[in-house]
């Protein structure tokens, strides 16, 4: 533990922001959505904040310098600020804290800063079949009887979206025009037209909501 604590010091003491790239050029930590081979529904990448409540899916890819790959463990400078459970960051509460790649032995192999945040707003995107962003939804959309529509939900804060992806509650003020289908992927859900008509979707997450007006059309 003496390496890691050496490590966790100067980590504390020499990083200014957040990246994806380690402070010892060992690693790179980047943010993927598990069970999809689609890049995430989120409306930032890791080197944004990560919004407190969210959690992030994080691919790590080793270059280290010489023979061979050791096992590799992640750690939390500071669980207030985030916490960290095989390879899934979750923010705990506001703040800057490190995210240490250790071996199995404790020794420190690189290390990355990160700020957690609450989030403000909550923004809702349209998403196509590969998985780009087409766009926030606004004050509506439309869409036809029997036909899906993809969507991402993502935290912003004031001033900028935030990563990771919010648990979220779906509600439809009439369930027989439009149903609201789980994919499996966090962030990701697929609205579905059931029958004509108007109604409202309302997604909530982090003490937030976002409503929306749908149109279903034959």
């Known amino acids: 533990m003496r390496n890691l604590s050496f490590f966790l010091l100067t980590a504390l003491g020499l990083l ?17 959505c598990a069970g999809s081979t689609l890049p995430c529904a989120t409306a930032a990448d890791f080197n944004a904040p990560v919004a ?8 790590i890819d080793l270059a280290l310098q ?17 916490t960290v459970k095989e390879r899934t960051l ?15 032995q404790s020794v ?19 998403l196509a079949e590969e998985g780009a962003d087409l766009g926030e939804v606004s004050g509506g959309m439309g869409v036809l009887v029997g036909g899906t529509v993809s969507l991402a939900v993502s935290a912003l804060s004031s001033t900028q979206p935030l990563a990771g992806a919010p648990p979220l509650t779906w509600s439809v003020a009439d369930p027989s025009i439009v149903s609201i289908l789980d994919q499996g992927i966090a962030g990701r859900e697929t609205l579905a037209g ?25």
Do not use: H, K, N, W
């Open 16 to 32: 200014s922001g957040c990246g994806v790239g380690g402070a010892l050029s060992q690693a790179s930590v980047s943010e993927g």
């Open 52 to 59: 407190v409540g969210a959690s992030v899916t994080l691919s």
């Open 66 to 82: 010489g023979g061979g790959q050791p096992p590799l463990g992640l750690v939390s400078s500071d669980e207030g600020v985030f």
């Open 90 to 104: 979750t923010g705990v509460g506001p703040g800057f804290a490190t995210l240490l790649l250790v071996s199995d």
């Open 108 to 126: 420190v192999l690189d290390f990355v800063a990160v700020y957690a945040q609450q989030a403000s707003d909550l923004a809702v995107s349209r």
């Open 194 to 218: 059931r029958a004509p008509g108007m109604t409202t979707v309302t997604v909530s997450a982090l003490g937030l909501q976002r409503s929306f007006a749908v149109e279903v059309t034959p």
